[in-house]
């Protein structure tokens, strides 16, 4: 008999990974093609920076959080930065279909943040930084 029991363990590195995938995919688009994007871009944006920059450098974002969730490194700090991120986001885009993936993305976030490194995370494989000083700034969470 199979119990799924024994790959409890899996569901946090695998919610982690699934967020993780959606920033690097997003990230990257961005970073390749950000004229394919403008169309997301409030129209005020413009006034301040080119909106070619702007997706460059939300191409940029995107791309670190999803790899350091990708690898589990600083996970907490990554998941709160993801989440506020899909809040402005969320909040620049309206309330419409992509604000409700968004929405639903940032409360997976906000669980990751909650529940902290999980098995497969580097961050548990670093037990020596958390004892220096800036180790213990960068993860005060834990």
């Not at 409890?8 to 093609?33: K, M």
């Not at 490194?73 to 409700?100: E, I, K, P, Q, Y």
């Amino acid at each position: 008999m199979c119990s799924v029991e024994r790959f409890t363990r899996y569901g946090r590195p695998l919610t982690r990974y699934g967020v993780s995938l959606v920033f690097l995919v997003f990230g990257v688009w961005q970073l390749v093609d950000p004229t394919s994007w403008y169309g997301y871009l409030p129209s005020y944006t413009a006034q301040y920076i080119s909106n070619e920059a702007l997706l460059l450098l939300n191409g940029t974002f995107d791309t670190i959080i999803g790899a350091l969730l990708l690898v589990g490194l600083f996970t907490r700090w990554t998941a709160l930065l993801g989440a506020l991120h899909l809040v402005s986001v969320t909040t620049t885009l309206g309330w419409n279909d992509l604000a409700v993936r968004d929405a639903g993305l940032g409360i997976v976030l906000l669980g990751i943040f909650l529940t902290g490194t999980d098995d497969l995370c580097i961050d548990k494989k670093i037990v020596d930084i958390k004892k220096t000083r800036l180790g213990k700034i960068l993860y005060l969470f834990d």
